[in-house]
């Protein structure tokens, strides 16, 4: 055997050693983690067509109490977040000011809701009209 492969074979076997001794590598001494929770809710806008220089809101529901919501909207060449805080019955709405949006392209507006390790998840669009 060749010094090489007898300091080869050292450096791995301590390298082993290393993370068994760290706790890296522990089988069955632990709980797992709780996994995220990942739901739907619903999303509607109060105006599906708004006007240019209009406003229109994301309407959300079927979310937890006092949920931190974000309403991401992504027009052409932007995208545009509200926050809100839901209501203790799992509602929240944002406003979005339509201003000069690219006529006849719609306008996905996605949802995320948290609370604790439960997320909310869904979306809703709108299409800017003249």
């Known amino acids: 055997m060749s010094a090489a ?7 791995t076997t301590g390298l082993i050693a290393l993370f068994l001794a760290s706790g890296t590598v522990a089988v069955g001494s632990s ?27 994301v309407k959300v529901s079927q979310v937890g109490a006092r949920a931190n919501v974000t309403t991401t909207a992504k ?17 929240a709405v944002t406003t979005y000011s339509i201003g ?3 006529l ?9 809701a948290t609370s604790g390790k439960t997320t909310w998840k869904c979306s809703t669009s709108f299409t800017p009209k003249r």
């Open 5 to 11: 492969t007898s300091i080869r074979r050292s450096v």
């Open 31 to 57: 709980a797992p983690a709780e996994a995220a929770v990942v739901k739907p809710c619903k999303a509607s806008m109060s105006v599906t067509q708004p006007r240019q220089y209009t406003k229109t809101s």
């Open 75 to 91: 027009y052409k060449t932007t995208t545009t977040k509200k926050t809100a805080v839901a209501s203790t019955k799992g509602t």
């Open 100 to 102: 000069r949006a690219t």
């Open 104 to 112: 006849n392209r719609k306008v996905v507006v996605d949802v995320v």
